[in-house]
Every structure is written in structure tokens, then in C-alpha cells.
């Protein structure tokens, strides 16, 4: 059974940092791009970041460039995301995806 499973959420205050872990399991992700997505209550989930299969390529949207910076493990088959100076606009369930995987999600909160 593939399993995507995040953690590293938690409480922060603004202008914090936090760094999410996603470990696959079930399957290889090495050859894979891999992203991590955003959902705020209320709203539409949304992209946050990916990379290619080597992490040598990186992608974010626009509301997080230059704060958050993703990373990949393939030996550990983990996926990382480095979240600095976080807003309270931040907060969010953030969920990591593989292919068609999805994890559960890790809550990040970001009090003002």
C-alpha cells in the first residue's frame, strides 16, 4: 500500500519557521516529481511548491517564493519543505503529492 504521510506541522508565530517532512512508502517516488499543496479553511487546495525527480528543478508560487524552499531525500524517499518567515495568510492544511498520491495532511498554524 503507497502511503504519503506528512508531519512537522504546529503552532508558529509570525515570522517563524517550521519544516514539513513527507515520507512515501508502498513505492519508489525517485523518478518522480513530487509537490506539495496548500489548503486554507474555506478555500480551493493550491500549489505551493514542486521539484523534478533530482530537486534539481524547483517551482513555488508566487505567494511563497523567496520564503519557502523544497527539498527531496531520495535515499529516504522524503520530501521536505523549509518554511521561513511565515504570515498568518500561511496557515493552512499542507498535503504532499507523488503522482497520484496524497498524504492526510499536517496543519500549520501561523498566530499574528
Known amino acids: 500500500q503507497v502511503q504519503l504521510v506528512e508531519s512537522g506541522g504546529g503552532l508558529v508565530q509570525a515570522g517563524g519557521s517550521l519544516r514539513l517532512s513527507c515520507v512515501a512508502s508502498?513505492?519508489?517516488?525517485?523518478?518522480?516529481?513530487m509537490g506539495w499543496f496548500r489548503q486554507a479553511p474555506g478555500k480551493e487546495r493550491e500549489f505551493v511548491a514542486s521539484c523534478n525527480w533530482s530537486g534539481g528543478r524547483t517551482y513555488y508560487a508566487d505567494s511563497v517564493k523567496g520564503r519557502f524552499t523544497i527539498s527531496r531525500d531520495n535515499a529516504k524517499n522524503t520530501v521536505y519543505l523549509q518554511m521561513n518567515s511565515l504570515k498568518p495568510e500561511d496557515t493552512a492544511v499542507y498535503y504532499c503529492n507523488g503522482r497520484t498520491y496524497w498524504g492526510k495532511g499536517t496543519l500549520v498554524t501561523v498566530s499574528s
Open positions: 508502498g513505492r519508489t517516488f525517485s523518478g518522480d516529481s
